[in-house]
């Protein structure tokens, strides 16, 4: 069964455009590196919870928007090797300052699959 490093941050509204260009760069160094898919998805039906969501979790500002995203790969040594090669890729030396998100508020994991259909 494949692995799944999954995302949820927020960010600001009108950020999206440099967000949606930064996500489609970092996807082909993933994939480059071994990623299977790459899917990174803009929140449009995300509710407020009362005791947890997806907003409460990011510390969603009224002028963000929750983004949820996962890269798929074929296992989790791939993963391993495959995520340290990205993140020493020269196309990822980002300057967090540049950053259209704040970092800090990242939720992040990796997943092993173990339903598929």
């Known amino acids: 069964m494949n692995y799944v490093d999954g995302y949820v941050i927020a960010v600001p509204t009108a950020k999206r455009e ?10 082909a160094v993933f ?4 990623a299977l898919q790459v899917v ?8 407020e919870g009362k ?11 009224p002028d963000e928007t929750v983004v949820f ?16 090669k990205s993140m020493e890729d020269p196309r990822m030396n ?8 704040d970092g800090q508020r990242m939720i992040f994991g990796g997943f092993e699959v173990i339903v598929e259909a």
């Open 18 to 27: 440099a967000y949606r260009q930064l996500a489609q760069d970092a996807s």
């Open 69 to 84: 995203s996962w890269i798929v790969w074929p296992s989790r040594q791939v993963r391993d090797e495959g995520m340290k």
């Open 31 to 34: 994939k480059d590196h071994g």
């Open 94 to 101: 980002h300057d967090p300052a540049s950053m259209p998100f």
């Open 51 to 61: 005791v947890t969501s997806f907003p409460m979790a990011v510390q969603r500002k």
């Open 40 to 47: 990174e998805c803009w929140g449009d039906d995300v509710p």
